[in-house]
């Protein structure tokens, strides 16, 4: 086995699943009794590997009676993402409501905003169509680019690269969704007097794939730590139903089915995984290249991806900036 692979395995693969559920758990729990003050959480489960690792990580920490579940479909929803959550929902038993947010968004834009710039691109697009966009360029060495993708009602597949204006207002009216979704979850907390968990993996919180004010608010965030391998290894362990721990990660945000890697993402999780954390504890990129089986040039286009992401997202992760600080505050 490849040296810094098998470094990865030990480190990685091989952990203390146990040891690390209680220690997420022990930290949840401190964090809820000393810092928010809350008597238990909410969190919205999206179907996906990582809502559901929240999720049981809650009731594990609190037992289901502390902890509200959300499901909060909308039009573009997938089917399987929402039997997954109920499989979820009805394993944890934990207290729960599903809230249509489609009538919402509809009445906000965010339907008709997305509409109108895929139709500046293709003009015939409209009801019964189905879009996506995906990314392109990174792992040649070019700057990132966008393609827009369109099914027609009699499946006829269409592809163009999107100018920055419409994919800037694609991305920003898809975005209503999380931070609706957000508002909904703030609400319940309000109203019960609950913290709201937030979902991100290593990967999503490092590379800056989630909405600011949308998926990326939350009070407190159990796996932002973890690489999304060791999430999956950690529903295994939590017991949750094989069907959601064999969930494929998916955006679940356009009508078209859509995967990370091909939407933000460089490779397929499991591989980016493995080069982030390459990347992480200095590995050279000649090392990555051996680890993945790559050429050395798609290596440093990788580590190059990374680290662009990291810059260009960074606001994202800021709170926001006061003109001076009052020392009569805790900041956090």
Known sequence: MNTLLKQYTNEIINFDCEGEINKICSTMREVMRNKLRRRGVVVAVSGGIDSTVCAAL?????????????????VDSAGETQDRSTILINHLKAPHIKNNIADTLEAIGCYSARDDAIRSTFPEYTDGWKNKIVIKG???????????????????IFEKRLNIKEYLQIVAATNYKQRIRKTIEYY???????????????????????????????????IAHLYKTQVY????????????????????TYSLPQGQ?????????????????????GASAQSLADMLEIDLKQAEYIYNDIETKRVT???????????????EIKHN
């Open 138 to 156: 990174g792992l040649d060495g070019q700057i990132n680019h966008f393609i827009l993708v369109v099914q027609s009602p009699d499946g006829g």
């Open 313 to 327: 997202t960074q606001y994202l992760h800021f709170s926001p900036f006061l003109m001076e600080l009052m020392p």
């Open 261 to 281: 890697d091909e939407f933000y993402f460089a490779l397929e999780y499991k591989k980016m995984d493995q080069a982030l954390w390459a990347y992480n504890v």
């Open 58 to 74: 809650s009731v594990k920490a609190f037992g289901p009676g502390k902890v509200f579940l959300l499901q909060l479909p909308e």
């Open 188 to 222: 319940h907390a309000d109203r019960l007097n609950y913290a709201v968990v937030g979902t991100p993996n290593r990967l999503e919180y490092d590379q800056g794939f989630f909405v600011k004010n949308g998926d990326g608010s939350a009070d407190l965030k159990p």
């Open 233 to 252: 290894a950690l529903a295994r362990a939590l017991g949750v139903p094989e069907t959601v721990c064999n969930a494929i990660p998916t955006t679940d």
